[in-house]
């Protein structure tokens, strides 16, 4: 039961929650942990406060008390989805993956489920090579919400697999959530060009790297397309932007050996040659 404000300038355990509250979202963590155990101290049986007290300690990388902070938080309010989901994500950080799945499943068995309890499910699962499992995880995730990045997920999935027809199914699917979400043309880029389609791949590329300029294998990716245009001077100048980011790769050099090759370059080719041979080593 709720403790209120004995009247002598002394917070109620409502207004100490509350503290905790605009602590917590400021980024001041300690501040905040500080005032849900205050207030937790004045009204032990409020299971939220008990879950906001466990999020912080995760947000604390201490995920051995947010533990007992949900565990508790489930005592009052047991089959809560929140609460599970992130009993599981604590457990799964602890190396505890087993109970981690459990802790999910559970969650997601209640009422409608949990579209972020199905999507670590399926991070798992896609993780341990469990491919049918991870894509119903997902595809129930989904169901629930649907979501750029959870496209994704189910693309790279798919991707993982081969099927590079339902991958860039998902990754297009991504991008109608969000036509802004670099890392879903990116992807579908990489499925056209995996299937041959090296014009569209190109500017699939061109738009995640507008986008997202830490996409950095997009100019390495870009440059085989081009090459396979037969563009073998842009795909030289892509190439070698790639090199900025990763000058020891071998299949890199070896690209630019074979586009220097195409060029007339032999000397260049030469080298580029030597120098993916030296990284294969």
């Given amino acids: 039961m709720e403790s209120a404000s004995p009247g002598d300038g002394t917070p109620s355990s409502a207004e100490l929650f509350q503290n905790g509250r605009r602590a917590e979202k400021s980024g001041r963590l300690e501040d905040a942990r500080q005032a849900y155990e205050r207030a937790l101290s004045l009204a032990p049986d409020q299971h939220p406060w008990h879950y906001r007290l466990g999020c912080v300690f995760m947000k604390l990388g201490v995920p051995e008390r947010a533990e007992s902070c949900f565990l508790r938080a489930l005592e009052f309010a047991p089959g809560t989805p929140a609460y599970l989901t992130n009993l599981g994500v604590c457990l799964d950080r602890q190396g505890r993956r087993d109970e981690a799945v459990m802790a999910y499943r559970k969650s997601s068995h209640q009422g409608s489920g949990s579209s972020v309890a199905f999507h670590n499910l399926g991070a798992i699962y896609a993780e341990e090579g469990r491919t049918e499992e991870a894509i119903r995880a997902f595809e129930a995730a989904l169901a629930i919400e649907e979501d750029a990045e959870g496209y994704q997920n189910l693309g790279l999935v798919y991707y993982a697999s081969g099927d590079f027809v339902r991958a860039l199914e998902c990754f297009e699917r991504s991008v109608e959530c969000d036509e802004r979400y670099a890392r879903g043309h ?37 440059g085989t397309c081009l090459h396979k245009l037969e563009r073998y001077d842009e795909a030289r100048a892509s190439l070698e932007k790639a090199l900025e980011y990763f000058p020891e790769d071998g299949r890199l050099h070896y690209q630019l050996a074979i586009t220097c090759d195409a060029l007339g370059l032999p000397q260049e080719a030469r080298l580029h040659y030597s120098q993916a041979r030296a990284a294969r080593g």
């Fill in 186 to 222: 990116y992807f579908a880029g990489i499925c056209l060009m995996k299937s041959g389609i090296y014009r569209d791949a190109c500017g699939r590329f061109d738009l995640a790297w507008q986008l997202d300029p830490r996409l950095v294998r997009i100019p390495y990716h870009r």
